[in-house]
Structure formats: C-alpha cells, structure tokens
C-alpha cells in the first residue's frame, strides 16, 4: 500500500485544466484520507489529445506514454469530461464514475505515445463511449493506470490531489494540493 508522506495546499485557485499535462491525479473524493485510502480507481493520468486519426483506424493519439500509464491502462470516463452533451456525461462520471471504463476504446503505442483505437465491437453501453466522437485536439482526458503504483513510478512519487465536492456537475475539479507517495 502506497502512503502520502506530505501534501501541499495549493496557493492560489487552480482547476484541473490549468495543470500541464501529463500529470497524475488522485480524486480526493468525498472520504479519501491520504494515509488509509486505497489508490485503486482514484489515481488518473490526466492528458490531452495531441492528434486526432494519427494512423488509420486511430482516434487520437495524446501527450502522454504508456510509461506514464503504469504501462497499460483504461480510457476513462474522466475528472472533467468536457466532450459532447457535458451534462449527460458528467452525470455518467461523478462520483467513482470517473474511473468507468470507456467500452470498445483501448490503448497502444504510436511513436513513443498513446493512441486511442476504437474496436469493432459496437456495444449498446449505455453511451459510456459515445464522447470519444467528440475528441478534439487540446481536449482533456483521463486514463486509469492498470498499475497506479507503476505510474507514481514513473511520475517520481507525486501527483495532484483535486476535489470536485462542492462543485456544480459539469465544473472543472479544484487542484486541491500535491502530494508524494512513498
């Protein structure tokens, strides 16, 4: 078990977005104690789409390496899904809902980054996957590492902790502080 040995408040109101990316992110959540709280759907790789169709039968490809991402990992719904009907899918995504899987999208490598690949698969998922149509380059998204530990690896032990409690649904999530895991 991984365990913050400090947290820094953040000085000034900073929102997710305004984070240079790739960063990792851990929801805070409604109950997350940085010392007892498990980092399983709770630690994000927060990025940004750098191309869309970068080879053919690619979505995207983003700003991050499967490095980064523990080495594999999951499209996720996402902190600040900002793609389509925003209200529709932020609904989707509160709560724990931000580490729900998007269906029919996988990762691979492509140059040395991430890439998005649609599957053929067409499942009626409830539009859990529908927002991917929306990608733009700039947009943000969130993969949930398969191994957080390996991505707080890789990412040197630190990562920033944001809250969306308090929030309105569809508001971008507050950076709340740094924190660094031993």
Same mark, same amino acid.
């Given at each position: 078990?991984?365990?913050?040995?400090?947290?820094?408040? &953040? &000085?000034?109101? @900073?929102?997710?977005?305004?984070?240079?990316?790739?960063?990792?992110?851990? $929801?805070?959540? @409604?109950?997350?104690?940085?010392?007892?709280?498990?980092?399983?759907?709770?630690?994000?790789?927060?990025?940004?789409?750098?191309?869309?169709?970068?080879?053919?039968?690619?979505?995207?490809?983003?700003?991050?390496?499967?490095?980064?991402?523990?080495? &594999?990992?999951?499209?996720?719904?996402?902190?600040?899904?900002?793609?389509?009907?925003?209200?529709?899918?932020?609904?989707?995504?509160?709560?724990?809902?931000?580490?729900?899987?998007?269906?029919?999208? &996988?990762?691979? %490598? +492509?140059?040395?980054?991430?890439? +998005?690949?649609?599957?053929?698969?067409?499942?009626?998922?409830?539009?859990?996957? %529908?927002?991917?149509?929306?990608?733009?380059?700039?947009?943000?998204?969130?993969?949930?590492?398969?191994?957080?530990?390996?991505?707080?690896?890789?990412?040197?032990?630190?990562?920033?902790?944001? @809250?969306?409690?308090?929030?309105?649904?569809?508001? $971008?999530?507050?950076?709340?502080?740094?924190?660094?895991?031993?």
């Amino acid at each position: 078990m991984l365990a913050a040995v400090s947290a820094a408040s &953040s &000085s000034a109101l @900073q929102l997710l977005g305004d984070l240079r990316t790739p960063t990792l992110v851990v $929801d805070l959540g @409604q109950s997350f104690d940085v010392v007892t709280s498990s980092l399983t759907d709770r630690i994000f790789v927060h990025a940004r789409v750098a191309e869309l169709e970068p080879a053919p039968g690619l979505l995207a490809r983003l700003d991050c390496t499967l490095e980064q991402c523990g080495g &594999s990992g999951t499209l996720a719904l996402g902190l600040n899904n900002d793609f389509g009907d925003a209200a529709y899918y932020w609904a989707r995504a509160a709560g724990k809902g931000a580490s729900m899987p998007t269906p029919g999208v &996988s990762l691979e %490598e +492509l140059d040395g980054f991430v890439a +998005l690949r649609r599957g053929v698969d067409n499942t009626n998922d409830g539009k859990r996957s %529908e927002w991917v149509n929306f990608l733009r380059v700039g947009g943000e998204v969130d993969i949930l590492p398969d191994d957080p530990t390996a991505a707080l690896r890789a990412a040197g032990g630190e990562a920033w902790g944001v @809250q969306r409690c308090g929030r309105p649904m569809g508001a $971008d999530p507050i950076v709340e502080r740094r924190l660094t895991f031993s």
